[in-house]
């Protein structure tokens, strides 16, 4: 099994980037070579890229932080901690909450040790703005660590952690003024800093998958038929992920299941017309 480095194997080749005086953010890292990275750690690098955070708790420890309404991705985050790192059980704190009448939930380990491992391989993993210049939000300078050379399999179990965070399928019946209807179809994934929504599509494009940047909506969209049918069939979402309160139709369906679906409905739209969310709504 791919080994991790090891804490006298902790290495020198990053070099903080900096912006003028602000906080160093992301690091400049090598792409790991195939066999230095295993399924779960492109698992964990997934999450961190998305929905998960490692910051400075101390000087000499480093906090992963995962807040989720998916119990799924949390315990998926817990399996790959444990798996990777050895840890016992009870250093992956998970704790619940309810908000807005929906449980969420939190995974924290802190950890100097497992904390170090992953900033040397990776650099640290903030994506979001931390400073504007007029109207133009400034990104802290970063890149997905995977490339042309990283193993297909590497690349879908990392792209099916960052879609099942921070990514979605739509299915839903579009009404025109004259009467004609349609289905929208298409997945997506939310992403504002600007080198990583390239990244994402690069990557892709690697597993044969073309995908739509929009850049007014932070977003990239895989919309054709066969493209959806690759990405169903080389990365899709983490089983059991289901799609959230914010979908007006689809609320805690899971999201492969929607997918399906939606191939599934090419050449037969009724079979979607017909479902009693859209009866209702009267389309």
């Known amino acids: 099994m791919p080994k991790l480095i090891t804490e006298n194997a902790l290495s020198a080749v990053n070099q903080q980037g900096r912006l003028g005086n602000e906080n ?29 955070c490692l910051s400075k708790k101390s000087k000499n420890c480093w906090r992963f932080y995962l807040g989720n309404t998916s ?24 704790s619940e909450k309810i908000v807005n009448g929906k449980p969420f939930y939190k995974a924290v380990v802190d950890s100097g040790y497992c904390g ?10 903030r994506t979001l703005a931390y400073k504007s210049e007029g109207s133009a939000d400034i990104y802290p300078s970063t890149k997905i660590p995977f490339n042309t050379t990283t193993s297909k399999t590497i690349l879908s179990n ?53 995908a739509r940047l929009l850049l007014k909506d932070n977003k990239l969209r895989i919309e054709k038929r066969e493209d959806l049918q690759k990405f169903y069939d080389r990365v899709g979402f983490i089983d059991g992920v ?8 689809w609320q805690g369906w899971e999201k492969n299941k929607v997918l399906a679906l939606a191939l ?14 859209f009866i209702r709504i009267k389309i």
Not at 168 to 177: I, S, T
């Open 24 to 52: 160093p953010q992301r690091l400049y890292v090598e792409y790991p070579k195939r066999e230095e990275i295993s399924i779960d750690e492109a698992v964990l690098v997934g999450i961190l890229y998305t929905d998960g």
């Open 71 to 94: 119990f799924k991705i949390i315990s998926t985050f817990k399996k790959c901690m444990i798996s990777l790192f050895k840890l016992d059980d009870k250093r992956v704190r998970i």
């Open 116 to 125: 170090n491992i992953l900033i040397s391989k990776y650099g640290t993993f």
């Open 158 to 210: 990392f792209l099916r952690a960052a879609f099942s965070c921070d990514g979605g399928v739509n299915l839903y019946v579009a009404k025109h003024k004259d009467g004609y209807k349609h289905l929208t179809r298409n997945v997506f994934l939310a992403c504002k800093h600007p080198q990583l929504q390239r990244d994402y599509v690069k990557l892709l494009k690697i597993l044969g998958i073309r």
């Open 242 to 249: 289901q799609i959230t309160q914010h979908s007006a139709y």
């Open 264 to 277: 599934s409905s090419y050449g037969d739209n009724s079979m979607i017309y017909n479902l009693p969310q």
